[in-house]
């Protein structure tokens, strides 16, 4: 079975400051792991993925997250916070050895910022 | 890139009644699509997952008489609340995956921009 842990339902940073969300997963399979945004009665958009290639991710707005075996996690991070930054954010983890298979969603941690 | 929609995009329905939301791949054909329910300040939950020309898999939990879920296409998968009660008012996510073709991302998931269902 898989599962995400977000730590923290809530983050509030200042403008400027760094932004940094924790993930941990579990999983009895190598698995890969993703980042999304969901912005107010919106769907989900992609942040960056991991699936296999550098531990390092790099994905959009600036964002990156790092894959870390040893410690189970793939915390979020942004040097410098917008205030367009403020949104949900969701962890997950799917199965990479299936084709389509079931995302297991964390939590969800809100992000705030301060002027 | 892949592009899902979803329609509408909000609904507001008296209790007895039966609304259907589409879900649809606009550029590519999607052989996975997968509905969720999100309640307010909560996660996604995943509802069911179905694939192109067969019966949908449900997760535990799920009432499959009250969700039903079709996807008769490649690039259209519908969900119907039947005799909706207030209990049902959420918000429904769809996602689409492709098994092959040039939006072939291993187990990446293309996200609807969700239903906002009322029921009163």
């Known amino acids: 079975a898989q599962s995400v842990t977000q730590l923290g339902s809530h983050v509030s940073v200042s403008e400027g400051a760094l932004v940094l969300l924790r993930c941990n997963y579990s999983s009895s399979v190598p698995p890969y792991l993703f980042w999304y945004v969901q912005y107010p009665n919106q769907g989900l958009q992609l942040l960056l993925k991991?699936?296999?290639?550098?531990?390092l991710v790099k994905g959009i707005n600036g964002f990156e997250a790092e894959f870390k075996k040893s410690e189970t996690s793939f915390h979020l991070t942004k040097p410098s916070a917008h205030m367009s930054d403020a949104a949900e954010y969701f962890c997950?983890?799917?199965?990479?050895?299936?084709?389509?298979?079931?995302?297991?969603f964390g939590s969800g941690t809100r992000l705030s910022i301060r002027p | 890139g892949a592009v899902v929609s979803q329609h509408p995009s909000w609904v507001i329905c008296k209790s007895g009644t039966s609304v259907k939301i589409e879900c649809r791949s606009l550029d590519f054909q999607a052989t996975t699509m997968f509905w969720y329910r999100q309640f307010p300040k909560q996660s996604l939950m995943l509802m069911a997952t179905s694939n192109e020309g067969s019966k949908a898999t449900y997760e535990q939990g799920v009432e499959k008489d009250k969700f039903l879920i079709n996807h008769a296409s490649l690039t259209l998968s519908t969900l119907t609340v039947t005799s909706a009660h207030p209990e049902d008012s959420s918000f429904y996510i769809c996602s689409a995956s492709s098994a092959g073709g040039r939006h072939r991302v291993v187990n990446e998931q293309f996200f609807g921009p969700g239903t906002r269902l009322t029921v009163l």
């Open positions: 991991y699936t296999s290639a550098a531990t």
């Open positions: 997950a983890v799917s199965d990479r050895y299936s084709s389509a298979s079931k995302i297991i």
